[in-house]
């Protein structure tokens, strides 16, 4: 899926007028996070204030917003909050250097894609291991003894040849 043209701004043009954008996107813009596992119901907030630093745009991105993914305790949805900020230097190839406190935005500045900004940004603030914050929240209570026991009997050891020095002693007589 590619981005909208609605989606792609000049960041030199709007770096040069210091401008701010605010933009409220749901999942179907973030083809990404479908990928890596969010859930319908997902949406962030996004703040994008451009300027210019060293001769290069730059965007001061800040993230809020909260993502549905699985937990994966009890396998149903369970809200991540995101509340992230970044500095961002555009840069047309990822070997430039850049400015000090600022992280490097590989694009093309005149075509600059604001969804994959905050894509990207979403997809680095998203826990590795989704669950929901206490047991309790997941609905499903903690494994009982009995549950415990059941585990323990299946993972009891099987030993082929335990008896065999009673076969072969019966064989003797």
């Known amino acids: 899926m590619s981005a909208a043209r609605s989606d792609q701004v000049n960041a030199i043009e709007l770096a040069g007028r210091s401008a701010t954008l605010e933009r409220e996107l749901g ?20 703040v994008l204030a451009f300027g ?28 991540c909050r995101i509340d992230d900020a970044v500095r961002l230097a555009i840069v047309a190839d990822g070997d430039d250097p850049v400015p000090g406190g600022y992280e490097a935005a590989v694009g093309d500045a005149e075509r600059l894609s604001l969804a994959e900004l905050i894509e990207e940004q979403v997809l680095l603030g998203m826990p590795l291991v989704p669950m929901h914050e206490d047991q309790a929240g997941c609905g499903k209570a903690a494994p009982t003894s009995a549950a415990i026991e059941v585990v323990s009997t299946a993972e009891k050891k099987q030993r082929p040849f335990e008896n065999l020095r009673e076969l072969l002693d019966k064989g003797e007589r």
């Open 27 to 46: 999942l179907t813009h973030f083809p990404r996070l479908v990928e890596a596992g969010a859930l319908d119901g997902t949406s962030v907030r996004a």
């Open 52 to 79: 210019r630093f060293d001769g290069r745009p730059t965007v001061d991105l800040k993230v809020e917003g909260s993502v549905l993914l699985t937990c994966q305790r009890c396998m149903r949805s369970c809200e």
